[in-house]
């Protein structure tokens, strides 16, 4: 299905809010596209039941767009001579953006008919509904393999600028490429541009939009195991074997998060890979391929953007906190609590969810 035009998706959440509260028709005094005396604009104002609602329709429910609009909303709380009810509308509220509405307090629906509407008076909540507007295929990302390249440089120094040519040049990527993945985040509201170059509106969101739509699977990962006696001791020899075989690696994931952290013991050694590894290096590392109880994961990249930053640590190569964090994600034992360490420790100042 596609996502109506805004001015008939603006109308139609007002009027799923009224059928939310029990009013079977919206007031007469509802107005569409509203200006403030401060000349902001907002999609519509109305009332219902008593209350004083303000609405702000995104096209996308993901991060970003509904991080931009909470901004928006808590300005439009400003912008009214009288107390309104900030409501944030989408054709499909995302689960990062849920979770963000949810820590900011927000009111917000969708026209997939979920909703969390918890306001003084009111307390109406109805979550789980599929997305009516899911287009088939994969969407076309920011954050894809080459283009993730340019998030992961802006949020490895999140202070600095930097101006678009040398984002292309430090990336590897041509300024084409580079020209439509940063129009995509600026577009999203994840970036801004200024005088002195391009930078992360907040690191915090821009990693939390990035983590939403990363997918570890989609390397190649080769499951198996090494006798050791515990995660520390089998990266260390696995690290040791690769640089004897001049094969480029870096640990990722629990084992580049202890190593960095030393927060979160761990059995699974997660070790990126730029090619597959042939017979004889698997026979040197000891490596038996058995997904099940596998104790080493073997990845080979499907872009070589994820060693940018990485660093040696205790003799080992490591990938930059950012992508560790970001690995986590998808790892079992204690990848939830050694996320939120290197979160912690090591990007002060990134915002978490």
């Known amino acids: 299905m596609k996502v109506p035009r805004e001015t008939l998706a603006i109308r139609q959440a007002a009027e799923r809010l009224a059928d939310i509260l029990g009013t079977p028709e919206l007031a007469e005094d509802t107005k569409f596209e509203v200006r403030t ?64 509405c949810a820590q900011a307090e927000l009111p917000w629906l969708d026209l997939s008919g979920n909703a969390r509407i918890i306001v003084p008076g009111i307390f109406y909540q109805n979550l789980g509904h599929p997305n009516r ?32 040519r040398v984002i292309a040049s430090s990336t590897g990527l041509n300024e084409g490429h580079t020209s439509r993945v940063v129009g995509k985040l600026l577009e999203s509201g ?36 090494i006798s050791a006696g515990d995660g520390n001791s089998l990266t260390h020899s696995i690290a040791k074997i690769l640089s004897e075989a001049d094969a480029p690696y870096a640990a990722t994931a629990l084992a580049a998060a202890w190593l960095w952290t030393r927060h979160a013991g761990f059995r699974l050694s997660t070790v990126y890979l730029t090619s597959h ?12 391929e058995e997904p099940r109880g596998a104790n080493t994961w073997l990845v080979v990249t499907n872009d070589e953007g994820v060693l940018d930053g ?24 204690r990848a939830p609590e050694a996320a939120v360490e290197i979160r912690r420790k090591l990007l002060r100042g990134y915002d978490e969810l």
């Open 133 to 164: 507007f899911r287009r088939p295929g994969r969407p076309e990302s920011a954050f894809g393999p080459k283009g993730s390249r340019i998030t992961r440089r802006l949020l490895m120094e999140p202070s600095k600028a930097v101006r678009q």
């Open 37 to 100: 005396n401060d000349g902001h604009r907002w999609d519509a104002v109305f009332s219902i039941r008593g209350h004083s609602f303000v609405l702000e329709w995104k096209r996308s429910g993901s991060l970003g767009p509904v991080a931009n609009a909470i901004r928006q909303l808590r300005m439009a709380q400003r912008s009214f001579p009288h107390e309104v009810i900030p409501l944030l509308a989408v054709p499909y509220m995302g689960e990062a953006a849920q979770k963000r």
């Open 277 to 288: 590894p042939s017979a004889g290096l698997k026979k040197a590392l000891g490596f038996r």
């Open 310 to 333: 990485a660093e040696f640590i205790d003799g080992i190569r490591c990938v930059h906190p950012v992508q560790a964090y970001l690995d986590l994600k998808d790892h079992p034992e």
């Open 190 to 225: 994840l970036i801004e541009r200024a005088a002195d170059g391009i930078r992360a509106v907040d690191p915090g969101t821009l990693l939390d939009a990035w983590r939403e739509e990363y997918r570890f699977d989609r390397h190649d990962v080769i499951r198996g195991h």
